[in-house]
């Protein structure tokens, strides 16, 4: 079961979350109308790699990555989209796509576009493409350590 991990961690931390199973859906959005969350709480994990090494950038799923501004806000020379091919066997414990953006879990850094925090929850893919958690967004930020910056446009 993906999910196990994650509301292990969770638990283990002493998180109220809501898990909510909803019907297959691959992108965000249709997560989101699917499970009946607002667009700009669903937050959709995207894999990035900055001058090579693997981080998550995560913004709303009503959002697009700016890489420029992503590419600034790091101060980076190179930041590019992830093929898919490169981070499968990265989260054996998740279906392809449906990962969780909580890095730590998985030794990876973690990218917030600072139009998450303007909601008081946030809700995320919760390892499948059945399932996603929606909790506290200060409880995300606490535990999923990110640094927050300004990197996309709706």
Known sequence: ????????????NNVRYVSISHSIAYTAQEVAAS???????MAKT???KIGGEMA?????STFQIDFHLLKKGLNASSVILAGEGEFKGMFGDCELGAMPPFGPLYGIKVFVDETLKEDEEIAFNAGSH???IKLAYN??????????LKFSYK
């Open 1 to 12: 079961m993906p999910v196990r991990k994650l509301k292990e961690f969770l638990n283990k």
């Open 35 to 41: 499970s009946h969350v607002a667009g700009r709480e």
């Open 46 to 48: 995207v894999m990035i």
């Open 56 to 60: 998550m950038a995560v913004l709303p």
């Open 130 to 132: 059945t399932e996603i």
């Open 139 to 148: 409880d995300f930020e606490r535990l999923a350590e990110p640094k927050l």
